[in-house]
């Protein structure tokens, strides 16, 4: 008996007609997020993370943040699609006070032969020394490939030191 290639079964219209309609939702979007959190510790995957129970940390805790972006664009290549994100931080005071700030500190990249949809960012923060009080972390992506920007913000305390 010879092996024979089989071409495989294709799904049903109506699955096809919603993959359609979902890259057409995915397109509308524009760069959003699915889930922005403080996770309890890094994330070791898409959909891998425990959110964290408060936003209380101690002056020399690190803050892990969980997000999930949605809407971002693909680059066509030889092999299939490309997708790139920067992202940039702000901290800040109660009262809007930038503490630190950097641009491009973390970058999303990746490739495949079909839209890879499933993209999780794991950022880990480390601002050793911060009196007691309450501060805002600001977190924006950019769409390398489509151009677009967003960002979620992150409220936050640092607990008095014992």
């Known amino acids: 008996m010879s092996a024979q290639a089989q071409s495989p079964a294709s799904p049903p219209a109506a699955f096809q007609n919603a993959l359609a309609?979902?890259?057409?939702?995915?397109?509308?979007?524009?760069?959003?997020?699915?889930?922005?959190?403080?996770?309890?510790?890094?994330?070791?995957?898409?959909g891998h993370y425990t959110p964290r129970g408060d936003a209380v940390f101690s002056d020399d805790e690190a803050l892990n943040v969980y997000a999930e972006p949605v809407g971002y664009g693909f680059r066509e290549t030889d092999g299939g699609f490309a997708y790139e994100l920067t992202a940039d931080y702000r901290l800040l005071t109660k009262s809007g006070q930038v503490?630190?700030?950097?641009?491009?500190?973390?970058?999303?990249?990746?490739?495949?032969?079909?839209r890879q949809r499933e993209l999780s960012a794991a950022l880990t923060f480390q601002f050793s020394g911060l009196p007691a009080g309450d501060y805002q972390l600001e977190t924006?992506?950019?769409?390398?490939?489509?151009?677009a920007t967003s960002a979620f913000s992150l409220p936050f305390s640092v607990s008095a030191s014992n």
């Open 21 to 46: 309609a979902y890259d057409q939702a995915w397109s509308d979007a524009g760069l959003s997020f699915m889930v922005a959190v403080f996770s309890a510790g890094p994330s070791s995957g898409f």
């Open 99 to 114: 503490l630190a700030e950097q641009e491009n500190f973390a970058t999303f990249s990746g490739s495949g032969r079909s």
């Open 140 to 147: 924006s992506f950019t769409d390398e490939v489509g151009g």
